[in-house]
């Protein structure tokens, strides 16, 4: 059970929808569970036997999530624009809960970010967990794509994806998936990629072939898979298509 806050802060120096040259920036901070777990507190509701509140036999989720985003785009050319994502957040569990909702988790790979892995096929850390669906409570994701015009509304880009997704906590069924200041730079996947966007001015229809150069899931010594460059298998392994509507970022 999910009750929660937001206050957020929202800054955009677009001037309308045709200004290619801006920035945007957003913090965000959420708040779960305390106002429930307060009221089933003072109530003098007894925990179960788990040591924590249940509300019509559901379990209310307990959690502080806060958000980074800044996109910045430059206008280089004639309909032709860079831009840039840095996003970083973190959703920490506490009083009672012992973990993060998975609808409030985050994830990496698929359309948005690292565009060489399917959605939650990358992380959380080194990879050495091969769940079905991977997700954490920390991310940083970063994005470079140059736009430009093939003809009429037929556009192509050019992107770089950085990023990976981690554990605030060591997590005994999680084999290094937690988060260390001493090693997470290693861990951060990389991938490069070509796509293809049909612009309806208010829709975009897009696909993007993502190309891995960086994978902390393989072995040390081969995580650079842009070695197997002119081999069959890193054409099979190492990309990903992803389709979806409207821009990444």
């Known amino acids: 059970l999910i009750t929660s806050s937001a206050f957020s802060i929202n800054m955009n120096t677009q001037e309308n929808i045709f200004d290619e040259d801006f920035s945007q920036f957003q913090l965000k901070v959420v708040s779960s569970g305390n106002l429930l777990t307060g009221l089933l507190n003072l109530s003098g509701k007894e925990k179960n036997e788990d040591q924590v509140y249940e509300f019509l036999d559901v379990i209310p989720s307990q959690f502080i999530k806060t958000e980074f985003n800044f996109i910045k785009h430059w206008s280089v050319g004639k309909e032709q624009v860079l831009a840039m994502r840095l996003f970083s957040g973190i959703a920490i569990?506490?009083?009672?809960?012992?973990?993060?909702?998975?609808?409030?988790?985050?994830?990496?790979?698929?359309?948005?970010?690292?565009?060489?892995w399917k959605a939650y096929k990358l992380g959380p850390g080194v990879g050495e967990n091969s769940n079905e669906f991977n997700e954490a409570n920390f991310k940083i994701a970063f994005n470079l794509e140059y736009r430009y015009t093939i003809s009429g509304p037929l556009k192509g880009a050019f992107f770089v994806d950085a990023g990976n997704i981690w554990n605030f906590r060591q997590d005994p069924n999680f084999v290094n998936a937690e988060f260390k200041f001493d090693r997470f730079y290693k861990e951060i996947a990389l991938n490069s990629g070509v796509g293809l966007r049909f612009d309806l001015t208010y829709v975009v229809f897009r696909t993007d072939w993502g190309i891995a150069l960086h994978d902390p899931s393989k072995l040390e010594g081969s995580q650079w898979v842009i070695q197997d460059f002119f081999t069959n298998r890193w054409i099979f392994d190492n990309t990903a298509i992803n389709f979806a509507i409207g821009f990444p970022f």
């Open 93 to 116: 569990p506490y009083g009672n809960s012992d973990n993060i909702p998975f609808t409030r988790s985050y994830f990496a790979g698929g359309s948005n970010d690292n565009r060489a």
